[in-house]
């Protein structure tokens, strides 16, 4: 590519050696803990009192929405914010008294933070001179660092020339140059478009597998969680509400704000009563059954989309099968897939996804049977304090 | 397009008068410097060369001229390393009375300057420091601050933080961080304040007046002793010579500013 190329963020075409698997820059990914962590400000928490174990050369995330303390807690593994209680250690070393510059861990901020007075060769040299390499072995890494984000030609530019995305780039080359043992990134494409988005959300995921680092990766966008992470953590007011895979927490949210935050669901509200193999929770005056029990009656039950099914009102359910009477209000169609939403008899919404190929004939307006399988309903004790978040 | 309109036609007369009464007055003085006569007549009726090389051939303006240069530049170094250091505590600490602090340093502003002299002068006679070169360069040193705060303030606030967090994690500690982030950023700012503590420094006269000694004069003190002892045309060139020192001075330096913007 020449100089005078400007395609602002062309694909390139994958680099000849993608899929050998190895990158001069791989290494060792470090073991990251944290034990009853909190951050304080007064009387508010911004971080109150978490646990969590990052496994060497996974990818973390940490999901949720802003104020959640999921910065804050990058920020503290960072070294830029002290904890008020707690302890964090890497690979078994206590760290929480070692200043940010003598961490060793790579950081990619959401505004790229590129040093605007030098080029992109030398924003990727600094931590390598801090480190005192040597001219020649600099060169090399450069090289390797700048292949890695498929910016070779770009090295003696200044950052303001370059697009967001290619700048984010950049900023990922520079944090992984000296191989730090974990990556950690702050809403890295937060400030790009869509389509840029997906693509560098796919080659960071790339990154990650070819350099073995610990990622850890802090987003608002359950999307990017879902495509990216090995496990999620999900954040709410300070504390983590369940740390798991994606398939864990989407099928099994241990929490109704994780029910919420992560994908779309119905959920029905009502009071639980034990029975034989389970729970049965009263619906609009009619009994829905879960697997499920929990502690106390005050309880919601969550049904992913794709669980649900429309019938005609006169569908009569099979044994092991829930049922409510609904009202369409909506479709939404999407190609691949079709939404249609529903407003039960006590006014509470619906969501139902039918995919390509198997639509029922419904039409907004239609009385229609509301069905699912007594085993996908999620019972969860309710917490009223999710709807506020939500609406 | 543009169309002919009084109101336009009159704010460019306007403009125009304003700028000519600002800059005549100095102008005035450079014909003067060349005049044949040994008075300050204008216009001049005769040219010539002879009041210059009457200052450089007279040991007493030379030396009042090392002694200016000599204090100015001692003063741009010392004052533009403290307002720097100034700058930097006053937009980063957390303390109480920030705000006092910021005031005490630009009070020699607005304070003024006779009050000042006289001040300096009761202290500086009883530490034994007038008409010495450290009681120049502290002197002035105190005025010129705040016009090396002011710049340097404005450009670390305009100075994105997140970089010096980038460049810790990068692994640069606070001094390396300074020295290759920061200062390399609000570089103009402390520019433009070095350059505002040399000319400071270069024409003050009134603190200079009272600290002077016979054996220790800056050349505006020189230039205030002989236009009221003599009507020397001298005074004119060394004059004419301060302007276009100055002026050169703060051409290149904003030359050198919109390079380094357009680097950027």
């Known amino acids: 590519m020449s100089s005078s190329a400007i395609s602002p963020d062309a694909r390139p075409a994958p680099a000849p050696d993608a899929g050998s698997g190895r990158n001069d820059l791989a290494g060792r990914g470090a073991r990251i803990e ?30 949720g929405p802003s104020g959640s303390g999921k910065t804050t807690t990058l920020n503290i593994i960072a070294g830029f914010v002290s904890p008020t209680a707690g302890s964090l250690k890497v690979d078994g ?26 080029t992109v060769a030398e924003n990727i040299a600094y931590p390598l001179k801090r480190r005192g390499i040597g001219k020649a072995r600099r060169a090399e890494l450069i090289r390797a660092a700048l292949d890695t984000v498929h910016l070779g030609e770009y090295g003696h530019r200044y950052p303001r ?19 730090p043992r974990v990556l950690l990134m702050d809403e890295p494409l937060g400030a790009l478009d869509k389509k840029l988005r997906d693509w560098l959300q796919l080659e960071i995921k790339r990154i990650h597998a070819e350099l073995g680092t610990t990622f850890v990766y802090v987003t608002h966008d359950q999307e990017e969680a879902l495509v990216l992470s090995d496990r999620i953590a999900v954040f709410n007011h300070g504390r983590i509400e369940q740390v798991g895979a994606a398939s864990e927490l989407y099928e099994r949210p241990a929490t109704l704000f994780v029910a919420k935050f992560l994908g779309e669901s119905t959920v029905l509200r009502g009071e639980a009563t034990r029975t034989g193999d389970g729970s049965a929770v009263g619906v609009c005056a009619r009994a829905i059954h879960t697997p499920g029990r929990i502690e106390g009656s005050r309880a919601a039950i969550v049904v992913r989309p794709e669980r649900l099914a429309v019938r005609p009102r006169d569908h009569r359910p099979e044994p092991g099968w829930n049922a409510l009477p609904a009202t369409v209000t909506g479709e939404i169609y999407l190609g691949s897939s079709r939404k249609l ?21 419904t039409r907004e307006g239609d009385e229609v049977t509301l069905t699912w399988r007594a085993g996908d309903s999620v019972l969860l004790p309710d917490d009223p304090d999710v709807e506020a978040v939500f609406t | 397009m543009r169309t002919f309109s009084w109101g336009r036609a009159l704010m460019w007369a306007l403009c125009a008068l304003v700028g000519a009464w600002l800059v005549v007055p100095v102008l005035v003085v450079i014909p003067l410097s060349f005049t044949g006569k040994p008075s300050l007549k204008f216009p001049p009726d005769s040219w010539s060369t002879r009041w210059y090389a009457n200052f450089f051939g007279d040991t007493a303006w030379m030396s009042a001229l090392w002694t200016s240069l000599q204090v100015a530049l001692l003063v741009t170094v010392v004052a533009t390393a403290l307002g720097t250091a100034a700058a930097l505590g006053l937009t980063r600490a957390r303390v109480r009375g920030l705000g006092a602090a910021q005031g005490t340093m630009l009070a020699p502003m607005i304070v003024p300057g006779v009050v000042l002299a006289i001040g300096t002068y009761s202290v500086f006679l009883k530490l034994q420091l007038v008409g010495s070169l450290a009681g120049f360069v502290m002197a002035h040193t105190v ?21 010096e967090s980038a460049a810790a994690s990068l692994g640069a500690g606070g001094w390396t961080t300074f020295r290759t982030v920061t200062l390399p950023l609000v570089a103009p700012g402390v520019a433009s304040g070095a350059l505002f503590a040399f000319v400071t420094s270069f024409d003050e006269v009134v603190v200079s007046l009272f600290i002077q000694s016979p054996y220790l004069q800056t050349l505006p003190v020189k230039m205030y002793a002989s236009v009221t002892r003599e009507t020397d045309p001298t005074i004119a060139a060394a004059a004419s010579m301060i302007i276009v020192l100055t002026t050169t ?16």
């Open chain 1, 34 to 63: 944290l034990t009853g962590l909190s951050r304080r400000y007064g009387d508010f928490a911004a971080v109150d009192d978490i646990s969590l174990v990052v496994e060497p050369g996974e990818f973390m995330t940490l999901l």
């Open chain 1, 93 to 118: 070393a206590a760290i929480e008294s070692t200043p940010a510059h003598k961490r060793d861990m790579g950081v990619v901020f959401q505004h790229y933070a590129l040093f605007p007075h030098l």
């Open chain 1, 161 to 179: 020339e370059l697009s967001g995305g290619q700048q984010q780039r950049v900023a990922v080359a520079r944090a992984i140059v000296y191989g």
């Open chain 1, 341 to 361: 939403e529903l407003a039960l008899p006590d006014g509470s919404p619906a969501l139902v996804r039918e995919q390509a190929g198997m639509l029922s004939d």
């Open chain 2, 143 to 163: 005025l010129a601050l705040p016009f090396v705060v002011i710049p340097i303030t404005a450009s670390l606030r305009g100075f994105d933080r997140r970089l």
């Open chain 2, 249 to 264: 001075l703060v051409f290149a330096a904003t030359f050198f500013v919109a390079r380094r913007s357009r680097v950027k």
